[in-house]
């Protein structure tokens, strides 16, 4: 089960390369990078009401993609964590030159060993590409410090019986993880977090596109 698990996962990876690199391949670079700037500023002030001012806080962007929420966070000091960031070097839109405050790790969220180390943590659209969701969120809640804030957001699943259809297949080979938000709130329940806000924000046929601000106990 376990091997069969972590095939589907590596298939995920490899798929989620190929799909950044088609999706990115006839986007302009100074123009995609000022929209996705735009996309998390936007992002930010509608989750600003329920964390502290982000300025001179050691952050991880936990599974942070080409162009993550690190682009943003400037006044800060940031860790940008990804299994695939040595691929993304082949991509002309990632530029870690741009962003002086952030260090850029490659690695699993299942593999960091620091302990309360981040005043903050955001994972976003990314919970559902992990191998392992439930060490994740373990080291999640290991890594930040106690009464540090947690900002995940992802697809979740609206319907119980395409749920198990995706499951099963698996509909989207991209995401491995296919949960409703019942289960990944749940899930922050159980490792230590509290939550302080859950944004439905924005609706889909198939998902729902929720931002979950939680905090450490």
């Not at 390369?17 to 936007?42: G, I």
């Not at 943003?72 to 000091?77: C, D, L, P, R, S």
């Not at 839109?93 to 955001?122: C, M, Q, R």
Request: hydrophobic share 40%; with cysteine; net charge positive.
């Amino acid at each position: 089960m376990q091997e069969k698990t972590a095939l589907k996962w590596k298939l995920s990876q490899w798929l989620e390369y190929k799909w950044w690199k088609s999706y990115l391949k006839h986007k302009d670079v100074e123009q995609y990078l000022n929209s996705k700037c735009n996309y998390w500023n936007k992002i930010l002030d509608t989750i600003s009401p329920y964390l502290p001012l982000l300025k001179d806080q050691k952050i991880l962007d936990a599974g942070c993609g080409p162009a993550g929420i690190f682009m943003v966070a400037q006044g800060n000091e940031v860790v940008a964590l990804d299994p695939l960031l040595d691929k993304y070097k082949t991509l002309a839109h990632f530029k870690p030159s741009l962003f002086p405050w952030t260090k850029f790790k490659k690695g699993n969220i299942e593999a960091k060993e620091e302990i309360n180390h981040y005043d903050v943590i955001f994972c976003m659209n990314a919970i559902n590409h992990v191998n392992d969701i439930h060490l994740c969120y373990q080291k999640l809640a290991q890594v930040l410090k106690p009464g540090g804030h947690l900002i995940i957001s992802t697809d979740a699943h609206r319907h119980k019986f395409l749920k198990k259809i995706f499951q099963f297949i698996p509909g989207d080979a991209l995401h491995p993880i296919q949960l409703d938000i019942t289960e990944y709130l749940n899930l922050l329940n159980i490792h230590e977090f509290n939550i302080t806000k859950n944004v439905l924000y924005k609706e889909g046929n198939i998902f729902h596109y929720y931002i979950t601000i939680a905090t450490k106990n």
